[in-house]
């Protein structure tokens, strides 16, 4: 089946498997790991909340204004694309956290408003990913293949 120069058809199929797998791998490693970043702004939050709560930070906009730019940046470095739906997210909890502090809100209406403030968030960034893959789908060229007088399948 060799000839001098060329391959035997199943060594070409191996390396040519190989290369798909590795390309495959290589392409899911490319981006970030938003669900690990996601736990690392979690801590980030979490640690300063622990200081308020043992008194170190003495205000909830101060516990607001340690988390929101170490998360941030967090965010920012991996190259989130929404930069702008966190920022307002961010800003309406300092917004809350201000009010806490001021006594205008009872803590049972701020805990109310910062899972508004979470749920109004993830409405932007879901409205966000429906809009990319839209456009994406928009752009993507469409093939089909007839496979019998009533059967039509696109991909």
């Known amino acids: 089946m060799s000839t001098s120069g060329n391959l035997p058809a199943s060594r ?48 909830a906009l101060a516990t607001e204004q340690c988390a929101n730019p170490a998360i941030r940046n967090l965010y920012a470095s991996a190259g989130f694309p929404d930069m702008d739906v966190l920022d307002a997210y961010f800003a309406r909890r300092e917004a809350i956290a201000a009010q806490i502090d001021r006594k205008a809100i009872p803590p049972e209406e701020a805990r109310a408003d910062f899972a508004q403030a979470l749920v109004d968030e993830n409405t932007a960034l879901q409205q966000r990913a429906a809009s990319r893959a839209m456009a994406y789908a928009a752009s993507t060229p469409m093939f089909c293949d007839r496979l019998g007088r009533m059967t039509l399948i696109c991909n």
């Open 12 to 59: 070409c199929f191996a390396i040519a498997a190989l290369i798909a797998t590795l390309f495959i791998v290589s392409a899911c490693a490319l981006g970030p790991d938003w669900a690990a970043i996601g736990q690392q702004a979690e801590q980030f939050r979490a640690g300063c909340e622990s200081q308020y709560n043992s008194g170190i930070i003495k205000t």
